[in-house]
Nanobody, 115 residues
Framework: VQLVESGGGLVQPGGSLRLSCAAS????????MYWVRQGPGKGLEWVSR???????YYVDSVKGRFTISRDNAKNTLYLQMDSLKPEDTALYYC??????????WGQGTQVTVSS
């Protein structure tokens, strides 16, 4: 199993980024997937989840600004992040959910929101 995130970077407040997570080594379409982040000096925050039927969950702090999606044909998970705020600065990970728990993680991609 391999999960490889990309798309992070430095962006000004109010800007946008699109994160991608390329999955391999397992049946991507058969698993729920999560985006998780860890800000500087903070614990893990479960940002967004997408289920097999495309239904989604978002933590309150990103509702209306972030959109999770998946392309099962490309084995890729996405996170479109708009109206970014400095408090969104974090290392963003994608994780596979297995029996309700994350079992594999990517290496993370850094998002920094700063003017």
């Amino acid at each position: 199993v391999q999960l490889v995130e990309s798309g992070g970077g430095l962006v000004q407040p109010g800007g946008s980024l699109r994160l991608s997570c390329a999955a391999s080594g397992f049946a991507f379409s058969s698993y729920w997937m999560y985006w998780v982040r860890q800000g500087p000096g903070k614990g893990l925050e479960w940002v967004s989840r997408i289920n097999l039927d495309g239904s989604t969950y978002y933590v309150d702090s990103v509702k209306g600004r972030f959109t999770i999606s998946r392309d099962n044909a490309k084995n890729t998970l996405y996170l479109q992040m708009d109206s970014l705020k400095p408090e969104d600065t974090a290392l963003y990970y994608c994780t596979r959910v297995n029996y309700g728990l994350p079992d594999y993680w990517g290496q993370g991609t850094q998002v920094t929101v700063s003017s």
